[in-house]
C-alpha cells in the first residue's frame, strides 16, 4: 500500500485501530473520518502519524461522506469497517433500533461505496473492503435484523464486484465471528476471549485485500471464524 490513498471508516473502533496501524506500516496515506470517542481514541494512539489525518464526520450522512471523498487527491482503497451490533427476539424489534442499525450498517455502506467507486471509476483503480459477518450467512437467534443487515452489507459488495469485473476495480467481504475486542470483552466476559477472531490477524486480512496484489479475487465473502 506505499504510498495508497486510504480511506478507512470506522477507525477508532476496536478493529479499526489494528487496521489503521497495520495500513499505516504497510505505507498508507490514510484518511479516517470519525466523531465523538473514537476521534479521541485515534488522536491517542497516532496522534503524531504524519500519514493519518483525522476529519469529523459521519459515515452515515451522505453529505458528510462526499464531503471526505473531495477532501481526498483520489481514492485507491476503501476499508469499510463502520457497523453496529444488537440482539433480541425479532418480534420485540423497535422502530428505532431498525432505523438506527440499518443507518450504521446498510445506509454507511451504501454511501461510502458509491461515492469511493465514483472517484475509482475515474481513476481507473481500486480496492473495496467490507466486514459483514458469519451472521449473514448463518442467522441465528437473537440476530435476525443483525443478520439481515450484514447480509445486505454482503449483498451490496458482490453487486459491486460484478459491475467492475473487467475494471482494475476489487470489492470483497470478510465475515467474522466473534471479534476479540476491548468492547466484546466488557460485553460478553474473556472466558472464551481466546477462541475469537484476533483483531490484529483480521486487520492484516483486510490489508491484504486492500492491496495491488489482490486483483484478482473479487466478490469473494471470506470466512474469519476463528475457533468459535
Known amino acids: 500500500m506505499q ?3 486510504v480511506l478507512i471508516t470506522g477507525a477508532g473502533g476496536g478493529l479499526g485501530i489494528e487496521v489503521t496501524a497495520a495500513a499505516l506500516q504497510a505505507g498508507a496515506r490514510v484518511t479516517a473520518p470519525t466523531h465523538g470517542a473514537d476521534a479521541e481514541t485515534l488522536c491517542t494512539r497516532f496522534g503524531d502519524e504524519a ?9 452515515t450522512d451522505l453529505a458528510d461522506v462526499e464531503r471526505v471523498a473531495e477532501s481526498m487527491p483520489r481514492i485507491d482503497a476503501v476499508l469499510h469497517l463502520v457497523g453496529g451490533f444488537t440482539m433480541g427476539p425479532a418480534h420485540e424489534v423497535d422502530a428505532d433500533t431498525v432505523a438506527h442499525m440499518l443507518a450504521l450498517n ?3 455502506t451504501i454511501y461510502v461505496l458509491r461515492t469511493a467507486l465514483g472517484r475509482m471509476r475515474t481513476s481507473g483503480y481500486g480496492r473495496i473492503v467490507t466486514v459483514a459477518s458469519r451472521n449473514a450467512l448463518e442467522p441465528g437467534a437473537q440476530t435476525a435484523l443483525y443478520g439481515a443487515c450484514k447480509a445486505a452489507v454482503l449483498n451490496y459488495t458482490q453487486a459491486i464486484a460484478e459491475e467492475t469485473r473487467e475494471l482494475d476495480i476489487t470489492a470483497n467481504t470478510v ?5 476479540d475486542t476491548p468492547a466484546n470483552r466488557a460485553a460478553m466476559g474473556e472466558a472464551h476471549a481466546d477462541q475469537w477472531v484476533d483483531a490484529a490477524s483480521l486487520a492484516n486480512t483486510i490489508i491484504g485485500l486492500g492491496q495491488a496484489s489482490a486483483r484478482d479475487l473479487r466478490g469473494a465473502a471470506l470466512k474469519v471464524y476463528g475457533r468459535v
Open 3 to 5: 504510498g495508497r490513498e
Open 175 to 179: 465475515l467474522p465471528s466473534i471479534i
Open 106 to 108: 446498510v445506509s454507511s
Open 51 to 59: 500519514s493519518l489525518r483525522c476529519v469529523e464526520a459521519n459515515m
